[in-house]
């Protein structure tokens, strides 16, 4: 049962442009999220992060944006740069104790020169 | 300042052989974290520990997967009689404190290959 979802496996995004991606959540209990970007072969790595008391945080060229009631997060980058190519996982957890964390399956974001 | 650490990088084992994985934390990071990656899937949580103590094991299959992180030495996850099924890239990540905003700190993982 996949409680974290993001339905775009793929994504590619023009240089200097916004790059949107989406995740959905199904679990209400959570009310803690987490983006993490991947390159191959390597760990995800931390990126920024949310509670459900804020419906944006903002760091640098990169947003959150959390809307409670569609269960629905997204990141933007802004503007977007060749090194952002790389795999991003949305991850949710109900408590703020980070014991265990659901990840999405990832979108591939693709920024082309 | 190395982060964390998990060796082999991969790992081949025959059907039934037994696979341990190992995972040394960053410094000053008491509590662990593994999670599975199996092939067109997300990260799935397996267990949470901190020194010497299973803290949280839902996401462990029930037979053949154990895990410790004893008091010196690496965070082990150790399958058994491994299955074709095992094969799945094993990520192991760390943090000071149970704060889940801060985020862990993934290390690079172990793919392993059961053949």
């Known amino acids: 049962d996949q409680q974290v979802k993001q339905n775009s496996p793929s994504l590619s995004v023009q240089e200097g442009r916004i790059s949107i991606l989406n995740c959905d959540y199904t679990?209400?209990?959570?009310?803690?999220f987490l983006w993490y970007k991947k390159y191959p072969a390597e760990g995800p790595t931390f990126l920024i992060s949310?509670?459900?008391?804020?419906d944006k945080n903002e760091d640098g060229r990169f947003t959150v944006f959390l809307n409670k009631s569609a269960k629905h997060l997204s990141l933007h980058i802004v503007p977007s740069q060749p090194g952002d190519s790389a795999v991003y996982f949305c991850a949710a957890s109900a408590g703020n104790t980070g014991n265990q964390f659901y990840f999405g399956t990832g979108t591939s974001l693709t920024v082309i020169p | 300042n190395a982060g964390v650490m998990q060796n082999p990088r991969h790992l081949v084992r025959r059907r039934g052989q037994e696979a341990r994985l190992r995972c040394s934390p960053m410094?000053?990071?008491?509590?662990v974290y593994w999670y599975r990656q199996l092939p067109e899937e997300g990260l799935k949580f397996m267990v949470y520990?901190?020194?010497?103590?299973?803290?949280?094991e839902s996401g462990m299959p029930k037979e053949r997967f154990s895990a410790e992180f004893p008091k010196e030495g690496p965070s082990i996850l150790r399958i058994q009689q491994v299955v074709r099924g095992d094969s799945a890239a094993y990520f192991c990540?760390?943090?000071?404190?149970?704060?889940?905003?801060?985020?862990?700190?993934f290390g690079s993982g172990t793919r392993l290959t059961v053949v």
């Open positions: 679990n209400s209990m959570f009310d803690y």
């Open positions: 520990l901190q020194k010497e103590n299973i803290i949280d």
């Open positions: 949310i509670s459900s008391i804020k």
């Open positions: 990540a760390s943090s000071p404190s149970q704060d889940g905003l801060t985020g862990y700190t």
């Open positions: 410094k000053g990071h008491s509590h």
